[in-house]
């Protein structure tokens, strides 16, 4: 007994240093590699990722790249705060928004030298700049609106390109929902009211017009008046209406895996970041069936999706110069060289967020409407992205839900939602 | 009389059975859903599958990247119990060795921490060990040890008072040194307590979410509740892998129980009562 | 043959570094961000009673409060009635069968709430709206789509968890009852009814103390289990205090305030966990 004991507890005391060791152990890098240590989000390019710097670095054998993904159910920016708190800064992470930029100044590098800088599409630093100053080079585009099934819309006698307009819109829906047993659907709208994330950016559509689709002036804002709330107010209640029920616990997976990927639902809020997830269901449902609506606010009520960057990539400057030097290599090569482009666009499935790619690359044809969408300035910002922290799960999201479950009016929640505004900023 | 009694005994084996399968159904539940297919599940999660499949399990396997995350859940338990075993016995040992002033107020000051939960000190906790450096897996073994110590420390102050202090007094004179006593004569006569020690805490420790979830930020290092929680942020409502991925989270402990039934029944009825 | 002073502390010193750095510097700290605005990296003002002053107008704080009581109070009684029905089932002299029974309802003690929250996601979303498919009883849709449901969708996680664990508590408890005086009993005519209350009853009621206390400071802390079955959803309508603070700490990022929540917090535990002792210890001296 006190032998086994006395064993036990020097194998367990071993795994301990070895695990110390080991925590400590990948700073300081093996050999004489430079080490990059990457921080990731964007849990559904994961594979992606690896693969990519795999390829890197067989062609850089000097350089070690360390992925570090958190992401799902985890909350993002807590958990870049706590890999900065526990002393294992990354060389590489991501930013949301500017308050993200604001918060990790110090640590910032100005990218403005770097070729991905140069070569990204006009305007798409904004969101990662500060007084001037890109602090970060963007991911990708993503645009998201109301994303639909043109087979359904056929079927119904409804021609997408007639809805110019709010009105035309509804008229659309009404149409639809008049013959929903005959399409054999559940109900036309497949809105997935549990998730945060889902409810914050459709909200941007109504609030980049009040900030005059400005990036810097979203950031800057203290206060949020649903100018264009009345807009929000309609859109809201048709989908409600005429919703997947209880809407209140529809989550993504179900609304569009489930309904919308099963002709159940004819539209959904979502973006091209559906594509992949859609496509491992059904690759002909994105070629043939897939569209993209605008929504209809602001002064002359145009349509417009929201499209723009993402996330942004940023350089940690504290770390050793060698560092910051190949990390700065590592990021001009994924979105300048060759092979990075054609990883970006064919692996990835990404709308690329840099010139020089050739539109027609762009695999699938919503992707390709979200880049003509932004291209042809017909796009608003990712307001939602900077939004005080916490404000979309803590503030809007709850209230939001409230609304649509009728547990108070639409200038309750105006009222509420704008003074958390104000409180968080 | 015979027969009465013999009815009522039927009746409650007819109770329990009743009730007993209703209390696994969720169980149940789960792992018969976890063997059909996706669209097995859409169509009805209450019959048994048409056509039961495993491959819904080397997929989960996969994804919780199995092996590494349980063999992190057996290091962070482990180490942590190790150290709370070790260090608090001693310190029983000493309390309950030496009264007096010093010893009475620092056992006081134990039963005081007691009353602290772990969600009042959590923010400044992880700002603490953040600003050190510490927010790793031997910050949490430390940190385990300090929330888990009142506990623990009570347990064996109450079985040391048992043993004869004339024990000690033959060992010193026959020349052991007070570690020698302690870990020779004393700490195996802890057996049962500490038994007690370690199935409250190992259920603890493994199983606990929140506190890992600060303080292991590295991917590599997820224990299985956070992964599966993870897992579950990726994949909810793929309910197919989910569902393989929950009765793979479940496994190692229910093997553990169906061994060691009797000690942690008995551990937890001794640290609830005592 | 006393301790020589320098053996003493050095068999204390981990214990107490560890209580020190854990438990006792971060409950001071606390009490010193609860005062300020604090974001996790820097205070960055002093503020006074400011935090305190604004619990007091936040509905949602508030609310999550009153949620949580409800929550234990249903759970407590739950947990307790169940178990105790549980102890008594399996002290009944049924054999191997008893142990059978025993090893079932503890189960799911054993399992984390993580875990355990998301089978009762599954049972709740899927397979009750398989039984509402199939029987067409209204009873079974759209739970955790509201309020009410997952209300009571957290009871009965909660009741499930905890009733094997009472269950212990009082087996043992009533184990201790002396078989003479059951024996006695049942010469002089009275029945298992009348058994059961006039002779286990009293001499378990310190059992109901430690148990009803027991779960009620574990209901108020559960968290895990939240996280995972509701999320605090709908509308933020089943999110538990614990959840509240932790949300203010790490998604919100005002720590000062989330920390002035949580001294409020260990106040309540602190009161209940004092009632508890002290009623504990009164019962004690009376026997």
Redesign the interface.
């Known amino acids: 007994?006190?032998i086994k004991l006395s064993l036990?507890?020097i194998i367990?005391?071993g795994?301990?240093v070895a695990?110390?060791l080991n925590?400590s152990g990948d700073k300081s890098g093996s050999g004489d590699k430079t080490v990059i240590d990457v921080f990731n989000i964007k849990?559904e390019t994961t594979d992606q990722l690896n693969n990519l710097v795999e390829l890197y670095e067989e062609e850089n054998e000097n350089v070690d790249i360390n992925v570090?993904?958190?992401?799902?159910?985890?909350d993002a920016a807590s958990?870049l705060q706590?890999?900065f708190?526990?002393?294992?800064e990354p060389a590489i992470f991501l930013l949301g928004g500017l308050s993200d930029v604001e918060k990790y100044q110090d640590y910032l590098l100005d990218v403005s030298d770097m070729e991905s800088a140069k070569t990204a599409i006009e305007g798409t630093l904004d969101g990662g700049s500060m007084d001037g100053t890109p602090y970060g080079i963007p991911l990708n585009i993503e645009g998201y609106g109301w994303m639909y099934n043109k087979d359904i819309f056929e079927r119904a006698g409804v021609d997408p390109a007639s809805i110019d307009s709010y009105e035309a819109f509804k008229e659309a829906v009404e149409k639809i929902n008049e013959q929903k047993e005959d399409l054999g659907i559940e109900a036309v709208f497949g809105f997935s009211a549990k998730e945060d994330w889902v409810v914050s950016q459709y909200s941007s559509h109504f609030t980049a017009p009040e900030f005059n689709n400005n990036v810097k002036e979203a950031f800057e804002a203290d206060q949020l008046n649903f100018e264009y709330g009345d807009r929000m107010k309609e859109y809201t209640d048709l989908f409600n209406k005429y919703n997947y029920q209880p809407i209140l616990s529809l989550?993504?997976?179900?609304s569009v895996?489930?309904l919308f990927a099963n002709d159940q639902v004819a539209i959904i809020h979502q973006g091209n970041w559906i594509v992949p997830s859609l496509n491992s269901l059904d690759e002909s449902f994105v070629q043939e069936k897939l569209g993209i609506l605008p929504l209809f606010v602001g002064p002359e009520n145009e349509g417009k999706i929201v499209a723009g960057p993402s996330w942004y990539w940023g350089i940690n400057k504290k770390k050793d110069d060698a560092v910051v030097e190949e990390s700065k290599k590592f990021l001009d090569w994924m979105y300048t060289s060759e092979k990075g482009k054609e990883l970006i666009v064919e692996d990835f499935k990404y709308i690329p967020s840099h010139e020089g790619y050739d539109p027609e690359s762009i695999s699938d044809p919503v992707s390709k409407e979200v880049y003509e969408y932004l291209l042809n300035d017909k796009s608003r910002i990712w307001t939602n992205n900077q939004y005080p922290d916490g404000f979309f799960s803590e503030a809007l999201f709850p209230e939001f839900q409230k609304y649509l479950d009728g547990q108070n009016s639409w200038e309750e929640f105006e009222e509420k939602v704008g003074e958390s505004f104000t409180k968080m900023r | 009389m015979r027969t009465k009694e013999r009815t009522?005994?039927y009746t409650?084996?007819f109770?329990?059975a009743i009730?007993?399968l209703l209390?696994?159904y969720?169980?149940y539940?789960?792992f018969v859903?976890s063997i059909k297919t996706k669209s097995g599940?859409?169509k009805?999660?209450?019959g048994l599958p048409t056509e039961p499949t495993l491959e819904n399990y080397p997929v989960a396997l996969g994804e919780l990247d199995f092996l590494l995350t349980f063999f992190n859940s057996v290091?962070v338990t482990?180490?942590s119990i190790?150290?709370i075993v070790?260090?608090?016995s001693?310190?029983a040992?000493?309390?309950s060795?030496?009264p007096g002033k010093s010893s009475t107020a620092?056992y006081f000051?134990?039963a005081i921490?007691m009353?602290?939960?772990?969600?009042?000190?959590?923010?400044?906790?992880?700002?603490?060990f953040?600003?050190v450096?510490m927010?790793?897996?031997?910050g949490l073994?430390?940190?385990y040890?300090?929330?888990g110590?009142?506990m623990a420390?009570f347990l064996y102050v109450g079985a040391m008072k048992s043993i004869p202090k004339a024990l000690?007094?033959a060992a010193?004179i026959d020349g052991c040194n007070?570690?020698q006593v302690?870990w020779?004569i004393i700490f195996?006569m802890l057996k049962s307590t500490t038994v007690t020690v370690i199935v409250l805490n190992a259920?603890w420790f493994?199983?606990?979410?929140?506190l890992p979830?600060?303080v292991i930020?590295?991917?590599g290092?997820y224990t299985?509740?956070l992964k599966?929680?993870?897992?579950?942020?990726?994949y909810?409502?793929?309910?197919h892998l989910?569902?393989a991925a929950?009765v793979i989270?479940?496994i190692p402990?229910?093997i553990l129980?169906m061994f060691l039934?009797r000690y942690?029944?008995d551990g937890?009825?001794d640290g609830?009562?005592k | 043959?006393?301790?020589?002073s320098r053996?003493?502390?050095l068999?204390?010193l981990?214990?107490?570094l560890?209580?020190?750095?854990?438990?006792?510097?971060?409950?001071f700290?606390?009490v010193y961000?609860s005062f300020t605005e604090y974001n996790?990296f820097q205070v960055s003002a002093f503020v006074g009673l400011d935090n305190y002053i604004k619990l007091f107008t936040d509905d949602q704080f508030l609310y999550s409060l009153k949620f949580t009581a409800g929550f234990s109070i249903a759970s407590v009684i739950g947990i307790n009635v169940i178990g105790l029905a549980?102890a008594l089932?399996?002290t009944?002299?049924?054999g191997k069968?008893s142990t059978?029974?025993?090893?079932?309802?503890?189960?799911?003690?054993?399992?984390?709430?993580?875990?355990l929250g998301?089978?009762?996601q599954?049972?709740f979303l899927?397979?009750f709206s398989?039984?509402a498919d199939?029987t067409g009883i209204e009873f079974f849709k759209g739970w955790l789509s509201n309020t009410e449901t997952g209300f009571w969708g957290l009871v009965i996680l909660f009741v499930?968890q905890m009733s094997g664990?009472i269950m212990?508590?009082y087996?043992?408890?009533l184990n201790n009852v002396p078989k003479e005086l059951l024996e006695a009993a049942t010469i002089d005519g009275a029945n298992?009814w009348q058994s059961f209350w006039k002779v286990k009853f009293p001499l378990i009621i310190p059992a109901f103390t430690?148990s009803l206390f027991?779960t009620l400071?574990n209901a108020?802390?559960v968290?895990?289990q939240n996280?995972?079955l509701t999320g605090g959803g709908p509308f933020g309508s089943t999110e538990m205090a614990?959840m509240n603070?932790?949300d203010t700490?790490f998604k919100v990022q005002d720590?000062g305030y989330?920390?002035s929540k949580?001294?409020i917090?260990?106040i309540i535990?602190?009161l209940i966990?004092?009632i508890q002792l002290y009623l504990t210890r009164k019962k004690e001296t009376e026997l």
Request: net charge neutral.
């Open positions: 007994m006190k036990l507890s367990l005391l795994l301990l695990c110390g925590e849990v570090t993904t958190v992401g799902g159910g985890q958990a706590a890999k708190s526990s002393g294992e989550d993504y997976s179900t895996e489930e | 009522h005994k409650m084996m109770i329990g009730v007993s209390w696994i969720p169980f539940l789960v859903n599940i859409f009805g999660t209450l290091v482990g180490v190790l150290i070790l260090f608090t001693m310190a040992y000493a309390l060795r030496k620092i000051l134990f921490c009353l602290i939960p772990f969600q009042s000190i959590m923010i400044p906790l992880v700002s603490l953040g600003a450096e927010l790793n897996r031997t073994a430390i940190m040890l300090g929330l110590s009142s420390v000690d007094e010193i007070r570690f302690y020779h195996p259920i493994w199983n606990d979410y929140l979830s600060l930020n590295k991917e290092m299985i509740p599966t929680f993870y897992f579950f942020g990726e909810s409502t793929q309910w989910a569902l929950l989270a479940m402990i229910i129980y039934q942690i029944i937890i009825s609830a009562v | 043959m006393n301790f020589k053996t003493y502390w068999f204390l981990p214990t107490l560890a209580l020190l750095i854990v438990l006792i510097i971060p409950f700290q606390g961000y996790g549980f089932l399996v009944q002299k049924l069968v059978l029974f025993r090893t079932v309802f503890f189960m799911p003690n054993l399992i984390g709430g993580i875990i998301f089978i009762w599954f049972v899927k397979a398989g039984i199939v499930w664990y212990v508590i087996i043992s408890f298992k430690v027991l400071s108020f802390k968290y895990d996280m995972a614990t603070i932790y700490a720590m989330a920390q949580a001294i917090f260990l535990i602190t966990s004092v």
